[in-house]
């Protein structure tokens, strides 16, 4: 057996965890659109307090990983963005959840 091996056995679930997920601020922009059809931006900045710039950073980290769909559009000449997850982000966070109760169920009491 590998090294390598005997260290990913050791640390059953943890390796599994998606890192793109796992990041406090995509974490919970990936929770908030779990639990809805879709979201604008405004919706997104109340419910996590997070900045304009760091949402729009966070939101192009999980549109490039496929994990988010972007819509923009004008409403009564103002920009309104739509955000929702992707058949594959909804995926994607059901299996960081199931990882991560794993992750816990395997801790020593």
Do not use: C
């Not at 679930?13 to 922009?29: C, F, G, Q, S």
């Not at 979201?39 to 997070?50: E, I």
């Not at 982000?89 to 059901?94: D, I, K, P, T, V």
């Not at 199931?98 to 020593?108: A, G, H, I, S, Y």
């Amino acid at each position: 057996m590998s090294p390598n091996k005997a260290n990913d056995d050791e640390l059953g679930a943890i390796p599994k965890i998606d890192k793109i997920i796992h990041e406090p601020a995509r974490l919970v922009i990936m929770a908030h659109l779990f639990v809805v059809d879709s979201a604008d931006f405004l919706f997104l900045q109340r419910q996590t307090g997070l900045t304009w710039g760091n949402i729009s950073s966070h939101v192009s980290k999980l549109e490039n990983a496929g994990y988010i769909a972007v819509e923009k559009e004008f409403i009564d000449k103002k920009p309104h963005t739509t955000l929702q997850l992707t058949k594959e982000g909804r995926a994607a966070f059901q299996e960081y959840r199931t990882n991560m109760k794993q992750v816990f169920e395997d801790l020593p009491e």
